[in-house]
């Protein structure tokens, strides 16, 4: 069965370098991905596979093999892109100004369609049914995911576990990566403003200033993660915006800070943003000045099931040979998929789209981000492969 899965992911493979194209020219933010569901959705049915829409334009698929109510596993992909205009001159370059798959949602879309293919064409030769999940707006809180969640995407038939692939351009192509308990972070958004009073930079007798003010709140604010948290306990406060509209010689009235927060722990999470309110405002008002202060509570931790994520390396170590699969560390990033690993078993893995010889080095997030779609001869076999372990196990 394994040469059959992996024969059919390399056959197919411009069919799916097609799909991959097709939606990374048309990328859509989240939220708004109705052609991009449109166009799955006419493949699926191309195919003969049922499915429904939740989330308005999030697709839950059914792959039914023998005895389908045995064991029934997930298969998920994003499907949004993001908002950054595309600077790569390749002929699938995106149409739309603005938006860009620059995550690789359109690798994983495009990997779970053929996985999905492959699935059915082989389904007489294995038992249980695979959800195929493809999601919109993970880029966006409150996260796709949650949306699918509570409208039931997991449940009838009630899903035993979830697999997410999701692309790395730190890894080389022909390999993949996994890691099993903690391995992403929750991720929370801070936004600030530091009111004062502004005037005239030469007569600071006369103001409360609020540039001032936010330097000391900033720096305070570190001792939050280097006082407070363990050290045993990745954390991250970083502040990514400070805007002090003010001149050479006006200070401002107000600045607006914003930042974010994360780490991978619950109880911890909660305790450090007691401290971050009280320090950012006993810092303020002890200065003369008002703050307002949101914690726009995101994503939460994301935990790889130590029993699934080994049938999943096992799975790639069949399928690649073990010299191709590693190991990976804590990545401080945030994903969507973390909100069914807190209510399920869940596994979250990594395949490699890096290629150093070729110059594909680029990472996520940025305008010029781009695969060695040699990746997408192995993604969609290898998803297979490891949804049909999984029902085996």
């Not at 411009?14 to 449109?38: A, D, G, V």
């Not at 809180?141 to 730190?170: D, F, R, T, W, Y």
């Not at 200033?209 to 720096?219: A, E, G, W, Y």
Request: with cysteine; net charge negative.
């Amino acid at each position: 069965m394994l040469e059959k899965i992996k024969s059919l992911s390399e056959k197919y493979f411009s069919e799916t370098q097609s799909y991959r194209h097709h939606i990374h020219s048309n990328p859509e933010l989240s939220f708004q991905e109705f052609e991009t569901s449109k166009y799955i959705q006419n493949h699926l049915t191309e195919m003969g596979i049922e499915f429904e829409v939740k989330a308005e334009t999030g697709i839950v698929a059914h792959i039914k093999g023998n005895n389908p109510t045995k064991k029934v596993v997930a298969l998920r992909a994003d499907i949004d892109a993001l908002p950054i205009q595309e600077s790569n001159e390749v002929s699938y370059k995106s149409k739309n100004a603005g938006v860009m798959h620059a995550c690789g949602h359109d690798v994983h879309t495009s990997s779970l369609l053929t996985a999905v293919k492959i699935l059915n064409e082989t389904k007489t030769n294995w038992e249980g049914t695979v959800k195929a999940i493809f999601q919109p707006a993970e880029e966006k809180l409150p996260g796709g995911a949650s949306i699918m969640i509570k409208e039931g995407a997991l449940e009838n038939p009630k899903a035993h576990s979830i697999i997410g692939q999701h692309v790395m351009p730190l890894i080389e192509t022909g390999k993949v990566g996994f890691r099993s308990g903690k391995y992403m972070a929750s991720t929370d958004e801070l936004y600030i403003k530091v009111i004062g009073k502004g005037g005239h930079g030469a007569m600071p007798q006369f103001n409360i200033d609020p540039v001032l003010i936010t330097s000391h709140m900033i720096v305070a604010l570190q001792q939050v993660v280097s006082r407070n948290a363990d050290p045993k306990m990745p954390s991250v406060l970083s502040f990514g915006k400070v805007i002090a509209n003010g001149a050479t010689n006006v200070i401002p009235n107000e600045v607006l800070i914003e930042g974010t927060f994360r780490t991978l722990d619950e109880d911890w999470r909660a305790k450090a943003h007691e401290h971050i309110r009280t320090i950012a405002t006993g810092i303020v008002e002890s200065m003369g000045g008002k703050i307002e202060l949101e914690i726009r509570k995101g994503y939460p931790f994301l935990v790889n099931d130590e029993r699934l994520t080994s049938v999943a390396k096992n799975a790639a170590i069949e399928y690649l040979g073990e010299e191709n699969v590693i190991d990976l560390d804590i990545w401080m990033a945030a994903e969507d998929f973390a909100y069914y690993s807190q209510i399920m078993p869940a596994s979250f893995y990594r395949l490699g789209t890096g290629n150093k010889s070729k110059g594909i080095t680029a990472s996520v997030h940025t305008p010029n981000f781009d695969i060695d779609e040699n990746a997408l001869k192995i993604g969609p076999g290898l998803m297979a492969w490891i949804a049909l372990k999984e029902l085996d196990y």
